[in-house]
């Protein structure tokens, strides 16, 4: 799919979407508007029926949109047809806590493989989990086929690994690491940095917003 | 400060600056060229030209930005010139994971108080901050005058703790709760939502992009 055009932000909606969709079909409803949906989901149905639109999905006017259909739709959109199954570099705090997590099965993710450098760490289990020898990472996730990895990893060896993952094919990292990472070409990061995200939250805090 | 006309986008680059001028200091060294701040923020010099000047901080052309000055107006900005008190609701696997977070000491953060409703959580420490009745969470918000929260509870709870604790004066939260919520008025929220974060990862991973 040639993806130039559509907004990012569309993007970051569509998993929202996804979860309320599976809502609605625990609940049994076939049939949903973009107002019910915009209630759930809490995003404006303008913005839903916008969104939506990228995709060729428009539903029925005075209707709206198949459940089913919709929820398929978006599955395939984010390839998420089958659970997706996912990488974790670094199992201190943050990735123990990660590889715990446990909204991912429910929501199509697996952590199949977890590596660490640390000797104490190698051998521990979480969550059913083994952590590995990050020296093993490049040919378990070529074996296995995996593109999406969870970077926790300290941030002097963060850039290291990314360049050893991306040529083994992990093409999108979700990173803890605190620091800005040059990526190779055609691979995707999304950095979750906690002190940065606070001190945004900081700036905004008791300030006077026009 | 009147905050209608500064990007989103610049505001969270500010942290980022901030980090970087710290380590210039560590290394002795008094101005900066926006080419070597770009250099070692990973991020374009004509973009943090334009950044700074938002805040009426240009540099001398042809000199570059005194170190100091320049970590004194951001610290200012991000209203960060003391350690930023923050409370925490929710002790399980991530809010443990954050209470130990080892980079907010030394990045200006700190986690004061934290809670949980869980008795068998209430009373447990970790990283020296020990575990609170959320019960008692108003009386004490408010007495530390704390203004951040990080939410790393369960859905079902989230809606509820946020408006209570909105009415104590927490007016931004960083939220690790997969859920949008309705946010009461004046009142900012961040989310991670590891989930959202790695779907949109699976639509970007081997996706075609112009």
Do not use: Q, W
């Not at 599976?22 to 409803?29: A, M, N």
């Not at 429910?106 to 083994?130: R, Y």
């Not at 999406?148 to 993952?165: E, G, H, W, Y």
């Amino acid at each position: 799919m040639r993806i130039k055009s559509i907004p990012d932000e569309t993007i970051s909606r569509l998993f929202p979407y996804m979860r309320a969709l599976i809502c609605l079909i625990k609940e049994k409803t076939c049939i949903v508007s973009s107002k019910r949906l915009a209630e759930i989901c809490n995003i404006n149905a303008t913005i839903i029926r916008k969104d939506l639109s990228f995709f060729g999905e428009f539903g029925k006017r005075g209707v709206g949109y198949d459940v089913h259909n919709l929820l398929e739709k978006i599955r395939s959109i984010l390839k998420m047809e089958e659970t997706k199954k996912v990488a974790l570099v670094g199992a201190g705090n943050i990735g123990r806590a990660i590889m715990s997590y446990k909204h991912f099965p429910s929501e199509g993710f697996k952590i199949v493989l977890a590596f660490d450098n640390d000797i104490k760490k190698i051998g521990t289990e979480t969550n059913g989990i083994i952590v590995k020898d990050i020296k093993n990472a490049a040919k378990l996730i070529k074996s296995e086929n995996i593109k999406i990895c969870i970077l926790a990893t300290p941030v002097s060896d963060t850039s290291k690994i990314v360049n050893m993952l991306a040529k083994v094919g992990i093409d999108a990292f979700l990173s803890f690491s605190p620091c800005r990472l040059n990526m190779p070409e055609n691979v995707k990061v999304t950095c979750m940095d906690f002190s940065t995200e606070l001190a945004k939250l900081a700036f905004y805090s008791n300030n006077e917003i026009e």
